[in-house]
């Protein structure tokens, strides 16, 4: 039987993860986001994000689509692009990897209202 690879999880990922989730909810204490949430993980993405974001249809079978941006540690104005978009940004301070930064999107999408 083959050995599985596994992939190293940072050190500081729990960390930064937890951090930026406390962030996001202090500073969106009374957020009330759409039923369907987008979640981008995005990481130096400061070209190409606002045509992403424009790409996003508003509305989706009927129901209103809300974005959350998940800065994946950006050097560049990855957070910024999104927020002059109009979309929620939670913001990582070092690179996690694109599932972490997943992963810091979903809870609270999900505590905002998303189904």
């Not at 951090?19 to 009374?30: D, G, L, N, P």
Request: net charge negative; glycine share 10%; with cysteine.
């Amino acid at each position: 039987m083959a050995a599985r690879s596994v992939k190293a999880i940072k050190p500081y990922t729990a960390e930064v993860r937890e951090e930026a989730i406390r962030r996001f909810r202090e500073e969106h204490v009374a957020l009330s986001l759409p039923p369907v949430v987008v979640v981008i993980a995005a990481l130096d993405e400061e070209e190409s994000l606002g045509g992403v974001l424009e790409g996003i249809a508003p509305e989706a079978c009927g129901l209103e689509v809300g974005t959350l941006v998940v800065d994946d540690g950006s050097t560049d104005r990855t957070s910024d692009v999104a927020r002059d978009h109009g979309v929620q940004v939670a913001r990582l301070q070092r690179n996690c990897g694109h599932g972490i930064a997943l992963r810091v999107g979903y809870p609270p999408a999900r505590e905002y209202g998303a189904r």
